[in-house]
């Protein structure tokens, strides 16, 4: 089963968030955060977005489900 990006967080709290919503609405998600090296000295520090994964068959619906929360 192929997995799909259906939101992105800039922390963990919020993707959590994100899946207790979907799973409220049936739908089976997933928190991932890609791995990025955090080594660059002397630079900004970066914002590496955690990632709200969801099977590809629900990635509409999952979508439907987080443009309604948004809109409240």
């Given at each position: ?36 090296p955090t080594w ?7 914002v590496t977005p ?23």
């Amino acid at each position: 089963m192929r997995e799909v990006v259906v939101a992105k967080t800039s922390d963990r709290n919020s993707a959590e968030f994100v899946v207790a919503r979907l799973r409220d609405g049936g739908i089976v998600a997933r928190v991932t955060a890609p791995v990025e090296p955090t080594w660059t000295m002397g630079s900004p520090t970066r914002v590496t977005p955690v990632e709200v994964r969801v099977a590809e068959d629900k990635a509409a619906e999952a979508r439907a489900i987080l443009d309604e929360a948004q809109a409240e």
